[in-house]
């Protein structure tokens, strides 16, 4: 007799000035209720039809290919529905599970391939197996780095239109905005339980931690693996961390103590509507190998201990995990791979422990009816290549780079009974595509806002239907705010100097020319002038939707037991800082 409803539910895109989230309780006969069911219908429906009327924004150039395809995808949008509807029927009329785990700075075939196993002298057999029972995407394309990644992932847009441009590494009193609308807000609004583990990595303002952007709970660190692992005595002792140690040289001559970042937060947990508290650290305690060992342990453990217990729910859920690992800078007592550098070893290792969270998935008996999608963020971290074990690979570049080593990388997806086990697509997908994809399959598309750009494109056709079923022909890559290349089907223009015409731009076969080291003036003669275009139809979409500002506060704002020297950084760094007026 008691039924409980939101108007969040009703209108997903409601901007009022209300507490939309209160709840209200309607007593009912048992007369009303067939009356009441009718009424909710006819919200659902005034709600399913008013998304209608008011699509998603979309890029220039998605549009572009909606003008040629858009009757063919809307026939086999009917399809997909009737599909995801049988599905859903048979899992007892529930949307599948989400688990998505995002490793750091991996560059492609390093993992899920076992000849470049044997080349790498790196095993994975557990990535591999994982592999083999799904849909492996060869051409995922994510942004150089990890911070756009993430954010292109939790949004939906390219990270320069969410203010996102580049990674941090200390104290900036910024980070994703709380406008911005994540995929774990958009999957709680129909009943998703929400989790993250590991890396986050979006800002160190309180609205940017993930229990403030969708998630139940959250498990992360505050900044990442340069704090973490590359400054403490023990990577200077390995000779990857130069200067900042002052042991290691004897500062004659230094006058600023506050040049070098100190009190930085570390790992910190928190629950929605809380507040977040460090972990693992005491005040004057120095930061070690040893703690940031523990940190990666912790977060496998607590990724296996969030698995369980949102398994255990009647609720769909989504738990992501971004493992810390394989970022490592300093030797073990004993290598465990043939290869035995410092990320590789880490990356072997990580393989192991992604083999216990996928056994304990299949323990809990949720595995049927859960979507298990493993990723890299971007290619491998190149400076330190020969002693990190990870190498370029068949993609030249890395981290920060718009080369194709920079933003390619592995990409698995498993739905059983769904999903052909050991197939491959060749289409090309983005990272933000994700966002999409998942709001679709969750059946979650009416909550994505249309109030700014999404580039997501949804690719529930290529993942139901498989190889060439992708809505998307086309990536533009930018290297922080700076667009440096666009691909589009098999070639890529890196864009031009100023003055230079597109016609004599480096254009790229990345068939013939996977290495982007030898651009042919016959690509470039046919197709600059379309390049041109393409990039024209994206400057004219962000004139008429402009960029949202990245979000800004005071640092560690609610984390409710900083240490004393967390405390003196952050009033150091507020001193100098401009005064609003």
Sequence with gaps: KLAILTFSQFLPNLNADCDCENLIYIDLETSQMSKFLTLITLLLLITSVAAEMNPIVRDGEYRFLEAQFGERWAEQDKRIDKRLTEIYKANG????????????DVSFGQMGNRTLNYVTGIDTPNINKLASEGLSLMRMYTEPSCTPTR?????????????????????????LSAEEVTIAE?????????????????????????????????????????????????????????????????NQFMIDERFRPYGLVTGVEGEAGGKAREVDLEPGEEWTQAHYERMNERYQ?????????????????????????????????????????????????????????????????????????????????????????????????????HLEGGVRTDAFVRWPGVIEAGSSAGDIVHVSDLFTTFARIADA?????????????????????????????YVYVYEGPVLRSVVKQ???MHLPAPGVPGAAAPVFNLYR?????????????????????????????????????????????GIENLRPESELARKVFTSWQPVKE
């Excluded at 020319?513 to 139809?537: C, T």
């Design 186 to 250: 958009i999957l709680k609004k129909v009943g998703y339980n929400t989790a993250h583990v590991g890396k986050w990595h979006q800002g160190d303002i309180e609205q940017a931690y993930p229990h403030n952007q969708g998630f139940d709970v959250a498990f992360f660190p505050l900044h990442q693996q340069v704090q973490l692992s590359l400054m403490t005595r023990e990577a200077m002792t390995a000779n990857n961390m130069l200067g900042f140690n002052l042991s290691g040289q004897s």
């Design 151 to 175: 954010t292109a992932m939790l949004t939906g847009r390219h990270p320069v239109r969410a203010g996102v441009d580049e990674v941090k590494v200390a104290l900036v009193g910024e980070g």
């Design 513 to 557: 020319d996977p290495r982007e080291e030898y651009p042919h003036i016959g690509n470039a003669l046919w197709s600059g002038a379309s390049f041109q275009d393409m990039v024209k139809r994206h400057q004219i979409t962000i004139k008429q939707y402009p960029h949202l500002p990245l979000g800004k506060g005071l640092p560690y704002e």
């Design 93 to 104: 009329d529930k949307p599948p599970n989400i688990l998505y785990i995002l490793i750091d």
């Design 445 to 473: 598309t009416d909550y994505i806002p249309r109030d700014r750009v999404i580039d997501g494109v949804d690719q529930t056709a290529l993942i139901l239907e498989g190889e060439g079923n992708s809505r998307r022909d």
């Design 301 to 401: 453990a607590q990724a296996i201990e969030q698995l369980e217990q949102l398994a255990g729910r009647d609720e769909p859920f989504f738990l992501q995990y971004w493992p810390l690992y394989p970022l490592n800078f300093v030797y073990p007592d004993q290598a465990i791979s043939r290869n035995g550098g410092f990320h590789a070893d880490k990356l072997q290792l990580l393989d192991g422990w992604i083999g216990d969270l996928l056994a304990k998935l299949d323990e809990t008996g949720k595995a049927h009816n859960t979507i298990v999608m493993l990723m890299a963020d971007n290619g491998l971290m190149y400076h330190y290549e020969g002693t990190s074990g990870l190498n370029q690979l068949i993609y030249r570049g890395g981290k920060t780079n």
């Design 490 to 492: 098999e070639f890529k």
